[in-house]
């Protein structure tokens, strides 16, 4: 858990969460459960190597006889071996896929009942349920197949015994009594032999988990970066240069952005879904390294590159509050100073107020101390959207990434959390998503994005006046509904 919460958000976005989960849950306790085995294969071993010593001491050539058995168990393990990891590692795969798609239901609970998308999703989940279950039947019958050859060679090998202890019974080479103790023998070495032998199918099925658990560990840890803090002036300037960036293999979102975001002011990004307003909010976050370009920071002291910050700082200087946000289970105090620990009362206070969260706060039954969270006293998405704000507030960074930040409220609320906005980018430098354009006209500057590049920048007036992209939007934006 250490190193995922420690992973390149990229990769974690890359990943899913329902990968992630599977990989700290079900593939390790498959791991756990495998590692009791040693103790059987040590056993078994031990007994295989004295029961071949016996055989010696009986008769070399039946000794030769029980050797029988190993080309055809060599052949089972070389067919099966290579299939079985394939088999394992699809269902852990697909399993993984499972735990994605339950996980997206249960924390997108109230999106699924407002669209009543329960039988959907039900579905869904029984179709990746499907897949995982036809995915451990296919392993099943491989391991079947493969205990069934293990049947056959033991087959094999007490024939060859016993045809092997006839010949020399009638060749007066050894006592009938002497063939019989190597049958009996043989039989007894069934079970450590197919202790040895099943183990491979455990170490399989391990090997997968295990894989995909270490899989985490062996992700190269980012270098360590740039670890100056901010000035205590805490007046910096963003500056985006010929930014590019595209996702994998797919089309470019952002081609030879050039923005500058001088100190203690606001800068709108508008544009139509797909334009590239939230890459390049993550971008200038530093949520994820740009393609190409440079994005840089520069207060008193310098300047430094926002790819080139260290995790530890890099939010000393940018704080981020996006549409998604999280409550933890807890008091709301605990919750509040996630991002801030240590902050005293009046510290708390002071950034509630100034998000206007503190007199709901003080309504709670028990004020700060209130228990917040799943399954505890009930908040509403504005009341969540404010305290994420007041998070942010408490960390004080110079720079403000709002990421579509009051998206989730309703008309009324969306009111109040434009203010809280307004109030907490107030004397930082801020860069707002804005979904509302009501919340870019209250900015400082506008840049309208297109096609992954800038379109037009300025103030709102200004745009207004040019009659381009932005004066389009607004007038769809701002239009009564009524008039279609």
């Known amino acids: 858990m250490d190193r995922t919460l420690t992973l390149q958000p990229a990769v974690l976005e890359g990943a899913g969460r329902g990968d992630v989960a599977s990989r700290v849950t079900d593939d390790l306790e498959d791991f756990v459960t495998a590692v009791p085995l040693v103790a059987e294969v040590l056993t078994a071993a031990v007994t295989v190597v004295l029961s ?3 055989f010696l001491t009986l008769d070399w050539r039946m000794a030769l ?29 697909l399993a993984a896929e499972r735990g994605r798609v339950l996980l997206e239901s249960l924390h997108g609970r109230p999106t699924v009942h407002a669209y009543d998308m329960a039988t959907l999703q039900t579905g869904r ?30 087959a094999v090998g007490l024939s060859a015994v016993l045809a092997t202890g006839y010949w020399l019974v009638r060749t007066d080479a050894v006592t009938v009594g002497a063939v019989t103790a190597a049958a009996l023998l043989f039989h007894r070495l069934f079970a450590p032999l197919g202790t040895l032998l099943l183990s491979f199918d455990e170490v399989q099925r391990a090997q997968a988990s295990l894989a995909r658990t270490l899989g985490v560990l062996l992700v190269p840890a980012a270098a360590p970066g740039v670890r100056r803090r901010p000035g205590a002036v805490r007046s910096v300037t963003v500056t985006a240069r010929d930014v590019r960036h595209r996702y994998a293999d797919g089309p470019v979102v952002l081609d030879g952005v050039d923005i500058a975001v001088p100190t203690g002011t606001s800068l709108a990004l508008v544009g139509g879904s797909g334009a590239g307003k939230t890459t390049l ?13 440079r994005l840089t920071l520069t207060d008193a002291h310098g300047t430094v590159d926002v790819a080139a910050l260290d995790p ?14 999280y409550l933890f289970t807890g008091t709301l105090r605990e919750d509040v100073t996630y991002a801030a620990p240590g902050s005293t009362e009046e510290q708390i206070l002071s950034a ?53 930040a009051t998206a989730e409220a309703g008309s009324a609320g969306a009111r109040d959390l434009e203010a809280a906005a307004a109030a907490l980018i107030d004397g930082r430098t801020a860069i707002v998503v804005a979904h509302r354009l009501s919340q870019a006209r209250a900015c400082d500057r506008i840049a309208v994005l297109a096609g992954g590049e800038i379109a037009e920048t300025g103030t709102h007036d200004e745009l207004l006046a040019r009659g381009g992209h932005y004066a389009k939007l607004w007038d769809a934006w701002s239009r009564p509904s009524w008039l279609g």
């Open 52 to 54: 071949a010593a016996g």
């Open 65 to 93: 006889a029980f050797l029988v058995v190993v080309p055809v168990y060599g052949v089972s393990l070389r067919i099966y071996l290579p299939k079985a990891a394939r088999l394992y590692a699809t269902e852990r795969r």
């Open 125 to 154: 989940l029984a179709s990746a349920s499907q897949d995982t279950v036809t995915a451990g039947l296919r392993a099943a019958r491989s391991y079947l197949w493969f205990s069934k050859s293990m049947n056959a060679a033991e």
């Open 281 to 293: 909010a993550n971008l200038i976050a530093g949520t994820f390294p740009a393609a190409g370009g």
């Open 312 to 325: 530890e700082v890099l939010r000393d200087w940018v704080g981020v509050v996006s549409q998604e946000t």
């Open 352 to 404: 509630l107020r100034t998000v206007g969260a503190d007199t709901w706060v003080k309504a709670l039954p028990q004020g700060l101390d209130t228990q917040v969270g799943p399954e505890e006293h009930p908040l509403t998405a504005v009341q969540v959207q404010q305290l994420a704000l007041a998070r942010l507030a408490l960390r004080d960074p110079p720079v403000v990434v709002l990421d579509e």
